[in-house]
């Protein structure tokens, strides 16, 4: 008897083996069929959502959901999302619930609840921020409230900022309220940029006046005058924001500070002055805040203003900082001035930035072309180290005649 077990299992052995071996294989491409046909399904339902096919979106989620796979929680969410937006929060609602009760550890359960509240609040119905436990949502809550009933709303912003919240959160507090039009509201801001207040916000209230506009421009200079350096920059980035040329155009001019001299120069650049900028550098003293002028007018768009100074600067690092600057700007427009440079400058600061504006252009077509023309071996050499590392097909078959 026990020989005959022996042979049976020896013949059956292989058979089993074999079967528990395609099982699990089985099942794991079984799986990723599944995956796979819930991802593709989730896609077509989201871009249901971005096209506004309310309806077609809760279908393709029901079915989604249906699949009870990976992207269950993301498909209830979007079937709500969906659901509220063709008009059914009462489903809606409910969808959210599932959602919540069946997946409370959920990436989506943060979403899902900002959503809860907003169907609730366009329903009529009023959400007390105070009773809401998540801090996120508190701002949610608050910010809608700000819409409907502004003079509750505030009371409870500043009690956010003046509470014992995140940094985050009271930035974000902070934030909410700055889009209020309120007289009190701006005072609160006005408290917060002038440091009088949560110190720690004092940055983030700065921003949100120059965001504000030029109404908030007089403010900023108020406090401009007794601040430190640090926030004295962030009042120079406030007044680019705000269109303020005239105040950083005074900065720029009359500030002791050197590096809030530089900063504010720089945001004349990003604003555009360049008319203001011009005249900076025709009674600037300083080569080093000449060389800032030179590349804000490369920020500001003053292509013919850094042409002139390339060509006519009489100063040898100016010019060729200038010339260098040229070569951020596209091959069409500066490309022959810059080869131009290179064959008629005798100073080797200035040739040698003729060539590293030409390389940095990605402009192969005129180092090529110099290098043919060039009898001195010193700036052969040169032009021809740049060209190896272009990776440009012309510069690749000038190099191969070069060995040939």
Known sequence: MKTLLI?????VSPFARAIAYE?????????????????????????????????????????VVGMNGKRADGGLYWLAYAQNKAGRGGDAMQTLGTLLRSYPKSKWKSDAKALEIDIRQSSGEKIDPGKVNDEELKLIAIQSLLSSDPERALPLLQKVIDGTYSHRVKEQALFVLSQS?????????????????????????????GI???????????????????????????????????????????????????EAIRQLGVIGAGRELQEMYRTESSVEMKKTIIQSMFVGGSADVLIDIARNESDQSLRATAVRTLGLISSHRTGATLVSIYQSDAGAAVRRAALEGLFVQGNAHALVELAKQEK???????IVQKLSVMGSKEATDYLTTLLE
């Open 7 to 11: 042979i049976l299992y020896i013949a």
């Open 376 to 382: 001195d071996l010193r700036w052969k050499r040169e």
């Open 212 to 262: 504000a506009g030029k109404r908030s421009v007089e403010l900023l200079g108020e406090v401009y005058q007794s601040a430190n350096a640090e926030v004295k920059k962030e009042i120079l980035r406030a007044y680019m924001v705000a269109g303020a040329r005239s105040q950083l155009y005074a900065a720029a001019k009359g500030e002791r500070d050197p590096q809030l001299r530089a």
């Open 181 to 209: 039009g309120s007289p009190r509201a701006a005072q609160l801001i006005a408290s917060i940029a002038r440091g009088s207040t949560h110190p720690e916000l004092q940055s983030e209230a700065i921003k949100y006046l």
């Open 23 to 63: 099982i699990p294989e089985a099942a794991a491409a079984a799986d990723d069929e599944r995956g796979e046909a819930e991802t593709d399904l989730y896609e077509q339902g989201t871009d249901a959502i971005d096209d506004g096919d309310w309806q077609r979106a809760i279908e393709i989620f029901r079915k």
